[in-house]
């Protein structure tokens, strides 16, 4: 999957969740990756993808959500 269409899939992903605590952790991810060198905004971004494929699977019924301080403390 290209780019473009990685970025669109996490805000269609975003866009579906209501849960507040999921969408804080991204901001933190986010707000670290920035402060953080390239090769750490990396494998930052690709904790958010797996993270998003979480909510995916949420939403389509196949398997429960983490916690937010679970899904911290895993980063």
Not at 3 to 16: F, G, N, P, S
Request: negative net charge.
């Amino acid at each position: 999957m290209d780019l473009q269409a990685e970025k669109i899939q996490l805000v269609k992903l975003i866009l579906d969740t209501d849960d507040k605590s999921l969408l804080k952790a991204v901001r933190s991810v986010f707000k670290e990756a920035t402060s953080q060198p390239k090769d750490i905004t990396s494998k930052v971004a690709d904790s958010i993808g797996s993270g998003m494929n979480e909510v995916k699977q949420h939403l389509d019924g196949k398997t429960e959500l983490r916690s937010a301080k679970d899904l911290l403390n895993e980063l």
